[in-house]
């Protein structure tokens, strides 16, 4: 599975943005789908995970009531809608693919290569 994120920016706090993971070589309909951030010199963060069937959803706390997942599986696609940003949010986020429901990242098994999200103060 190869897995194309895109949507960052800069963006001003309180701001919005819409990441997108799109997949090819395989579909995404079985997999958990999962987004991460990760800061200079820090470890990756768990953001948010979606259940294959998008009927489950789970989130750091820092981003609930703010971030939504969702995903498209006819069009191969997972979301990541960001609103009321704030600087922390400042990170690379990434999508990734895993057949268990989890917060680890450990346990994803395919990940795209990142979009740089910026929220300036």
């Known amino acids: 599975v190869q897995l194309q994120a895109s949507g960052g920016g800069l963006v001003q706090a309180g701001g919005s943005l819409r990441l997108s993971c799109t997949a090819s070589?395989?579909?995404?309909?079985?997999?958990?789908m999962g987004w991460f951030r990760q800061t200079p010199g820090k470890e990756r963060e768990f953001v948010a995970w979606?259940?294959?069937?998008?009927?489950?959803?789970v989130y750091v706390d820092s981003v609930k009531d703010r971030f939504t997942i969702s995903r498209d599986n006819a069009k191969n696609t997972v979301f990541l809608q960001m609103n009321s940003l704030k600087p922390e949010d400042t990170a690379v986020y990434y999508c990734?693919?895993?057949?268990?429901?989890?917060?680890?990242?450990?346990?994803?098994?395919?990940w795209g290569q990142g979009t740089q999200v910026t929220v300036s103060s």
């Open positions: 070589g395989s579909t995404l309909s079985t997999y958990v």
């Open positions: 979606i259940s294959s069937s998008g009927g489950s959803t």
């Open positions: 990734a693919a895993s057949s268990i429901m989890s917060r680890s990242h450990v346990v994803y098994k395919y």
